[in-house]
């Protein structure tokens, strides 16, 4: 999955593991669309063995015929910066160590020198494949293809 792409979902729920990945989103759409179609005009046994898995995430069981589905966007997750809360965590631990006398430890590093740090721990993680791979779905829109005549039939 990239960065923009489109992902296709049988339910409306924060999980979303359908396998297929469009770059265009009525290409996603277009592609549902088409599926259920085909799905609604199942008997029960052929409905039984129709993958939905794939590109919806669903794999339903009573045969009902599918009339809505939802398309979103995938965003991909940035690495935390984390400077600051880093930065506080050092000084009370030194606090924790020493007491008062190291009151104002870390107060006055410089903007400069915090993205000199994230920097330094961004390369980090990309080095050793520790950046996030996972993603978010945004622009999440319902589909209802309840008055298409094909898929109502």
Same mark, same amino acid.
């Given at each position: 999955?990239?960065?923009?792409?489109?992902?296709?979902?049988? #339910?409306?729920?924060?999980?979303? &593991?359908? *396998?297929?990945? +469009?770059?265009?989103? =009525? =290409?996603?759409?277009?592609?549902?669309?088409?599926?259920?179609? !085909?799905?609604?005009?199942?008997? /029960? &046994?052929?409905?039984?063995?129709?993958?939905?898995?794939?590109?919806?995430?669903?794999?339903?069981?009573?045969? =009902?015929?599918?009339? #809505? +589905?939802?398309?979103?966007?995938?965003?991909?997750?940035?690495?935390?910066? &984390?400077?600051?809360?880093?930065?506080?965590?050092?000084?009370? *631990?030194?606090?924790?160590?020493?007491?008062? *006398?190291?009151?104002?430890?870390?107060?006055?590093? #410089? /903007?400069?020198?915090?993205?000199?740090?994230?920097?330094?721990? +961004?390369?980090?993680? !990309?080095?050793?494949?520790?950046?996030?791979? *996972?993603? #978010?779905?945004?622009?999440?829109?319902?589909?209802?293809?309840?008055?298409? =005549?094909?898929?109502? &039939?």
């Amino acid at each position: 999955m990239k960065h923009g792409q489109w992902m296709l979902n049988g #339910t409306d729920s924060d999980r979303w &593991e359908a *396998c297929e990945y +469009f770059d265009i989103k =009525e =290409e996603a759409i277009e592609h549902a669309i088409d599926l259920l179609k !085909k799905y609604n005009n199942l008997d /029960q &046994e052929g409905k039984n063995i129709f993958n939905l898995i794939d590109s919806l995430g669903i794999a339903p069981f009573n045969g =009902e015929k599918i009339y #809505t +589905f939802f398309v979103g966007q995938a965003e991909e997750v940035r690495f935390p910066d &984390e400077v600051d809360t880093l930065l506080e965590n050092i000084a009370q *631990c030194v606090y924790d160590e020493v007491g008062e *006398c190291s009151q104002g430890y870390l107060d006055d590093v #410089t /903007q400069a020198h915090k993205k000199e740090l994230y920097d330094l721990m +961004f390369e980090w993680a !990309k080095r050793n494949d520790y950046l996030p791979n *996972c993603f #978010t779905i945004q622009s999440i829109e319902k589909i209802d293809i309840s008055s298409l =005549e094909e898929a109502v &039939e």
